[in-house]
């Protein structure tokens, strides 16, 4: 149990160290690619929305 305490308190120091980088991108690479990988997704579903208010005039589930 001490272990994690001692493993949390690094984490938070490195989450608190002011090293130019926003808050999530700090846990390294893999919280770069769940950022990249979560905005490809919301971008590919905004245009997909925007494609369906286009071409029949409503969104997919009132049409």
Known sequence: IKNRKLLQKEKQKEFQDDIGLPIHLKGGS???LLYGATMTRG???MASSEKNL???GC???LC
């Open 30 to 32: 893999s919280n770069f």
């Open 43 to 45: 971008t590919g579903a």
């Open 54 to 56: 286009l071409l029949f």
């Open 59 to 61: 969104a997919p589930t």
